[in-house]
């Protein structure tokens, strides 16, 4: 709703405008010449609706038409995506891994003596060693002799 205006004199006798608030105040005071000019620079929506021509009334309304179709498509897809983040963070959260409960002191010395047990019986015997550097062995001449080959071949 436009503001309402009351209109006195000074004591010059200036035309003046006086805007009031809601409680009556005065909220604002502007001369008549300025407050009338800047009124006649704005059009009212009535005046600018009727200046407009028919063929441009039914642009505009196909075109806020689209606009709102756009929008509640949008507002769709977004709502849409926003719910499959909540499942994926449902999803994610419900699975947990379960808690890793301490083994009590019994369990616990009985598993150190059989680690101990293990890793005495683990050791490599010689026999084995010996296979195991031979293939390391085999593996690396191979390896040489293709570099070789490949540098013949770039030297040529």
């Known amino acids: 709703m436009p503001t309402r205006r009351t209109t006195m004199r000074s004591r010059t006798g200036t035309k003046l405008y006086a805007v009031r608030d809601a409680s009556g105040q005065f909220k604002d005071i502007q001369t008549y010449k300025r407050a009338h000019a800047a009124d006649l620079r704005h059009k009212s929506k009535a005046e600018v609706e009727a200046a407009r021509g028919p063929m441009e009334k ?4 196909a075109a806020g038409d689209a606009v709102k179709s756009v929008k509640r498509s949008v507002k ?8 499959a983040a909540k499942r994926a963070v449902k999803q994610v959260a419900g699975r947990q891994p379960p808690k890793k409960t301490t083994p009590k002191p019994a369990v616990r010395k009985t598993a150190r003596k059989s680690v101990r047990k293990a890793a005495g019986k683990v050791t490599a015997k010689p026999a084995a060693k010996k296979t195991v550097k031979k293939t390391a062995r085999k593996t690396a001449a191979k390896s040489a002799g293709k570099r070789l080959a490949k540098k013949a071949l770039k030297t040529k």
């Open 58 to 61: 039914k642009v505009r309304k």
């Open 76 to 83: 769709g897809a977004v709502a849409a995506v926003e719910r």
